[in-house]
C-alpha cells in the first residue's frame, strides 16, 4: 500500500493483512543511501584508518579505509599492494566520488564507499569491479549456472565492470538481462561525465522515489497487487514496470477510494502501536521494547497469561509467541545494531532451542542481515541487525523537551530540595531584601503544603522572605531563585 501526499511518500508491506514492513521518505529530508556525491576530503584520521568527506550535507561524512576502492589508488607507487595507510591513499583537499552506504543517524554523519554499486531492476553494476556474482537467495543451481554463464557472455561484449544478479534476475530471459546492463553502463557513462563538470560538495546521482524504489527492490512474484493513491505515481509506477517487468503491471492498482487508504487497511492503527513501548501478545503475554544509542533491548513477560497445564509449558508457549512477533517488530520498527532479548526463563534445554529454533525462522523473511547467537547462561539471546537508515521512532519522533528522552523526571520532593540548597547559596552570595522562587505549579503545591514548615524554617535562618511563584511554561525540573 503506497501513500503519496505532497511532502511524504509512505510505503506499506502487509502480508496476509498484518503490517510486516513501513518505508517512509519526506521530500525535506530524503534517504541518502544509494546517492553518489563528488566528495572533498576535509581531515584525514591516521588513527581510525579513516577520513571525513566533506559532500555538501550538514555533517561531513565518513569513509574508512577498507570502503576505498583499489581505482581510487591504482595511479599511485601502491597499485600492486593494499596500503595499511590511509594516508597513502587520501589527503585534505583531494577530490573523490562516493556513494552513501548508511544514511546519517543520530549524531553520525552518513557512512561511503569508493565501491560504486549501481542496482537496476535484475542487475547490481560495479564499475570498478571484475567479478560476476549472483544473489544468494537463487538457490537452484542450474539456474545458478545459467545465469552466469549468461553474465560471462555479456561481459565480454562491455569494457569495465562486474555484475552481480538480483534475486528478481531468476528465470528472466537473457535478452532482457543483456538490456538491463546495457542500461546501467550507460547510466555509468552520464554518472562519470557529469562529475568532471560539477564542484566538490555536490550531488552526481540520486536513486530512485521511494515509489519506484520499491518495485525495482521488492516487487516479485510474492507481491499479489500494489495499491498507490497518487495519480502521478501510478503512472511513474506503470512507465516503470512497463519498461523493466511489463508482466506485472496489470498488479499495479490506482486507489481512488475516498478513505485513507492506510486508515482502510488499519495501518495508521499499527503505526502508533509500532511506536509503544509496550507489543501486546495474543496469549496474554507482552514485550517491553527499549530503544538506546549502544543497543536495543526486549524483555518477554507472560502478562495475564496463566497458561493450562504446568509453568513450564505456558513460559514455552509465551516465548514461542514472542519469538515471532519480535522479527516482526524489527522490521516493521527497522530496529538495527545490537539487539538484546531476554526471554522468560527456561530450565528445559529442548525448549530452549525450540524458541532460539522460532526466532531464526521468523527472521528468515527478514531481507535485512541478521545474526543470532545462542542462548547465553544469563538467558539471553544477543543478535544484530544490520543498521541501514533510521529506525521508525527516530523519523516519527523527538525526544521528549521535557525530560529530554530520559523517560523520567525528577519528583517535585526532589526539586523542592534542590530549591532549598539554591536559597542557601543564593543567600550567601547576594544582599538581597528577599529571594523570589519561580517554579512550577506542581513545585510551587507542594512547598505551600507538605514542605510550608520547611520553608518557614529556611527563611529563619536566612533572614530573609521568600516568595513563591508559580510559572505556567516551566516544566516539573525547571526552576529559578531570583535575589530581589
Not at 359 to 364: D, G, K, N, P
Request: net charge negative; hydrophobic share 40%.
Amino acid at each position: 500500500m503506497i501513500n503519496v501526499t505532497p511532502r511524504e511518500t509512505r510505503v506499506a508491506l502487509l502480508d496476509d493483512g498484518v503490517l510486516q514492513e513501513l518505508y517512509i521518505e519526506r521530500m525535506h529530508h530524503r534517504g541518502l543511501v544509494g546517492n553518489i556525491y563528488k566528495g572533498k576530503v576535509s581531515r584525514v584520521l591516521p588513527g581510525m584508518q579513516a577520513a571525513f568527506i566533506d559532500i555538501g550535507l550538514e555533517r561531513t561524512a565518513f569513509l574508512h579505509a577498507a570502503d576505498i576502492a583499489k581505482a581510487a589508488y591504482a595511479n599511485t607507487d601502491h597499485q600492486n599492494e593494499v596500503p595499511t595507510d590511509i594516508r597513502r591513499l587520501l589527503h585534505a583537499g583531494q577530490e573523490i566520488l562516493v556513494q552513501v552506504i548508511k544514511d546519517p543517524l543520530g549524531t553520525k554523519g552518513a557512512r561511503l564507499t569508493t565501491h560504486i554499486s549501481i542496482p537496476s531492476r535484475y542487475l547490481v553494476y560495479l564499475p570498478e569491479g571484475t567479478s560476476m556474482g549472483l544473489s544468494v537467495r537463487i538457490e537452484d543451481q542450474t539456474e545458478r549456472e545459467r545465469l552466469l554463464e549468461l553474465l560471462q557472455v555479456f561481459a565480454t561484449s562491455v569494457e569495465e565492470g562486474g555484475y552481480i544478479v538480483r534475486t528478481a534476475g531468476e528465470g528472466v530471459g537473457g535478452e532482457t538481462l543483456y538490456a538491463d546492463l546495457l542500461f546501467l553502463n550507460k547510466l555509468w557513462e552520464n554518472i562519470r561525465a557529469r562529475a568532471v563538470g560539477i564542484p566538490a560538495g555536490n550531488l552526481v546521482h540520486a536513486d530512485q522515489p521511494l515509489s519506484v524504489r520499491i518495485l525495482r527492490d521488492l516487487f516479485s512474484g510474492e507481491i499479489h497487487k500494489v495499491k498507490v493513491d497518487s495519480a502521478e505515481a501510478y503512472a511513474r509506477m506503470c512507465e516503470f514496470t512497463g519498461m523493466f517487468v511489463p508482466e506485472l503491471e496489470s498488479r499495479i492498482e490506482h486507489y481512488q477510494g475516498t478513505q485513507s487508504i492506510f486508515d482502510l487497511y488499519g495501518i495508521e492503527e499499527e503505526i502508533c502501536k509500532a511506536l509503544e513501548r509496550n507489543v501486546q501478545l495474543k496469549s496474554g503475554g507482552y514485550l517491553i521494547i527499549d530503544q538506546t544509542e549502544a543497543m536495543t533491548t526486549i524483555d518477554v513477560n507472560t502478562g495475564a497469561y496463566v497458561g493450562h497445564r504446568t509453568l513450564e509449558e505456558t513460559i514455552l508457549k509465551t516465548n514461542l509467541e514472542a519469538a515471532k512477533a519480535i522479527a516482526r517488530q524489527l522490521r516493521l520498527r527497522n530496529l538495527g545494531g545490537i539487539i538484546i532479548i531476554d526471554f522468560i526463563d527456561m530450565n528445559d534445554a529442548d525448549h530452549k532451542q525450540l524458541v532460539l529454533q522460532a526466532l531464526r525462522q521468523a527472521l528468515a523473511a527478514d531481507r535485512t542481515k541478521t545474526k543470532v547467537t545462542e542462548i547465553s547462561a544469563l538467558g539471553l539471546v544477543e543478535m544484530t541487525r544490520k543498521r541501514t537508515r533510521e529506525s521508525l521512532e527516530h523519523i516519527l519522533c523527538m525526544p521528549c523537551p521535557t525530560c529530554q528522552g530520559r523517560t523520567s523526571l525528577k519528583t517535585p520532593e526532589t526539586v523542592c530540595y534542590e530549591i532549598f540548597r539554591e536559597i542557601l547559596r543564593e543567600a550567601r552570595q547576594f544582599a538581597a531584601k528577599e529571594l523570589r522562587v519561580l517554579a512550577s505549579q506542581e513545585v510551587i503545591g507542594l512547598l505551600l503544603d507538605e514542605e510550608s514548615s520547611s520553608l518557614a524554617e529556611l527563611e529563619d535562618q536566612i533572614g530573609k522572605p521568600i516568595r513563591l511563584q508559580a510559572e505556567a511554561l516551566y516544566n516539573q525540573e525547571q526552576f529559578d531563585v531570583v535575589p530581589m
